[in-house]
């Protein structure tokens, strides 16, 4: 497993959102990026939590985080496990007051709660080597060029190019 942490949420050339994971640690000569394809809603509550945000009313994963503390629960961590036909899944670890409990889930939405928890954030090395990209391709930080490249790449990619 590679600790990673959220770089950002980008749109695709058909509007779709795209999460994208960076690796903390990460070999300078093999620097990759990991976009995974989201929903509108999970891309809003990962934005809200990357900035710090708040809605208006509890969004559901502002509610899940809640229903975790009253039951006196936490995340340890998240993982993202493995990539079977273009899909993407993960597992949340959860210390709970009965033991630890592993939990299936929807990278989108283990990716939302672990910003809130602060917990750590894993990815599968075999999973950023098959769908991982360049990381310079998607740093904002890169000169005009790069950048260019990157949208490039965001309008030819499609998540189907990620099947297995």
Known sequence: MVQVRVLGVALDAARQHIVLLKPLLEDPNARRVLPIWIGSQEATSI?????????PRPLTHDLMTTFLETLGARIERVEVTRIEDGTFYAEITLATPSGTLVLDARPSDAIALTLRSEAPLYVAERVLDEAGIPAELAD?????????????????????????
């Open 47 to 55: 934005l809200l939590a990357l900035e710090g945000e708040q809605a």
């Open 140 to 164: 904002p930080r890169t000169d005009d060029a790069k950048v260019d490249e990157f949208k490039r790449f965001l309008d030819d990619v499609d998540p189907e190019d990620f099947q297995g």
